[in-house]
């Protein structure tokens, strides 16, 4: 397994369960706007991160991740507007937040970890 396939997973699996979600949203208006909203970020993580991975520089890297960062962050907000709408079972949202939340800290962390190298005299 190459480095990264794990992250590269989770956030491929994590946009398809996000998709599945949107599926299940009513046919209104406001959860109309929720729905394309939440699944145009949700499935541009994987994505961005795939490019993040075969970036041609440390600089380069980090500038993806941070969209991949500003991905999740978005995906979260439309995730907590779902929940505070209740239009959403908490027991379907929560572990989708859990999972969002902890993607976001594993690739904050990564950019902290590149930003670090790249101080320390890499790329």
Same mark, same amino acid.
């Given at each position: ?5 794990? +992250?590269? /997973?989770?956030?491929? $699996? ?8 949107? %599926?299940?949203? @009513? =046919?209104? @208006?406001? =959860? &109309? ?5 939440? *699944? $145009?970020?949700?499935?541009?993580? /994987? @994505?961005?991160? =795939? ?9 380069? *890297? +980090?500038? %993806?991740?941070?969209?991949?960062? %500003?991905?999740?962050?978005? !995906?979260? !907000?439309?995730?907590?507007?779902? $929940?505070?709408?209740? %239009?959403?079972?908490? &027991?379907?949202?929560? @572990?989708? +937040? !859990? ?9 904050? =962390?990564? +950019?902290? &970890?590149? $930003? ?8």
């Amino acid at each position: 397994m190459a480095k990264g396939d794990d +992250i590269q /997973a989770r956030l491929q $699996r994590h946009g398809v369960a996000l998709g599945q979600l949107c %599926k299940k949203l @009513p =046919a209104n @208006p406001e =959860a &109309t706007h929720v729905r394309k909203q939440l *699944f $145009r970020c949700a499935t541009a993580a /994987a @994505p961005n991160y =795939a490019e993040a991975r075969s970036a041609e520089s440390r600089q380069d *890297f +980090i500038h %993806k991740l941070g969209i991949v960062h %500003k991905e999740l962050e978005e !995906s979260l !907000s439309w995730l907590g507007y779902l $929940r505070d709408l209740e %239009k959403v079972s908490q &027991t379907l949202l929560a @572990p989708l +937040i !859990s999972e969002n939340d902890e993607l976001c800290r594993i690739i904050y =962390a990564s +950019i902290q &970890t590149a $930003r670090g190298k790249l101080v320390e005299g890499g790329d």
